[in-house]
């Protein structure tokens, strides 16, 4: 076995020719400036490992990944002493290497498997279904309720939409803010196997066994020549949907909401659904 770390919040070691990718941060794996040079600093590693064949992103907790570090956010947006112009290239900053990352995950030569044990939300759905293969235990879920804080995941769209859902499933997912369990993300296409916790171990090492019999340059090309298929928009889609999102995180009423979301209160936005009436049209004392 052989190993080394990126200091920050990601891990990386060697194990068999698997590069392991460890995110644990203690707190969700939030996506921040950090996170995100950590996590694309282990990357590199394992892109750079001569022995390391196959690469494997995991968390271990509770949380595979809870999407963007709100707080850290709302924190230097709030920051009285910084110009409105320097919050604004902080944000661009931040949404151009969470892209960039996913864009890597996409377009490097070496297979990349997420390992989803826990939630996955908002910018985390995003990193998850970057990777070629999603394996999944069933107690995973996976969540994209940006709406809720004000946001929308443009940054997210271009890695999912079409890719590996249709554009009904995504829009569904986006106005509901649904949760969704492991097996209704295979339904999705968001996960690729999903297998119970006590088989999970065990149902990985054999896709992984199969795929360490494959050519290094065969797995390069195969990726590659996926990449070369892609519509000839995808970068302008990933463009415009950075733009977009720095834009809405300068919507005062969206910071606003993110400042009380931080503070423990609800945003002005959040409304009571409470009916008098049943809404399926059945009759009243049926309900």
Known sequence: MSGHKSAGAA?????????????????????????????????????????????????????????????????SLSSADRDPGDLTRIREAAVAAYGDLLERITSCPKPVIALVEGDVKAGGVGL???????????????????VLFGLV????????????????????????????SAAQARDFGLADEVYAVDELERKAKTTIKTMMRAEPGALAEA???FVSMLDADFSRRREAGGRALVERMND??????????????TPG????????????GRRANDA
């Open 11 to 75: 891990t990386y070691r060697c194990d068999s020719g698997l590069g392991i990718i460890h995110l644990a941060d203690g707190r969700g794996n939030r996506l921040n400036g950090l996170s995100l040079a950590s996590l694309s600093s282990a990357l590199e590693q394992g892109l750079s490992d001569e022995s390391a064949k196959v690469i494997l992103l995991r968390s271990g907790e509770e949380s595979f990944c809870l999407g963007m570090d709100l707080d850290n956010l709302e924190e």
């Open 128 to 146: 998850a279904a970057a990777c070629d293969i999603v394996i999944a235990s069933e107690a995973a879920s996976w969540e994209l309720s940006e």
């Open 153 to 180: 995941p443009y940054n997210v769209l271009p890695f999912v939409f079409g890719l590996r859902m249709s554009p009904q499933r995504f829009r569904y997912l986006v106005l509901s803010a649904r949760k969704i």
């Open 223 to 225: 990726k590659r020549f």
């Open 252 to 265: 005062p009423a969206v910071l606003a909401g993110l400042e009380a979301f931080s503070s423990g209160a």
């Open 269 to 280: 936005w959040f409304g009571r659904f409470k009916p008098s009436e049943p809404i399926s």
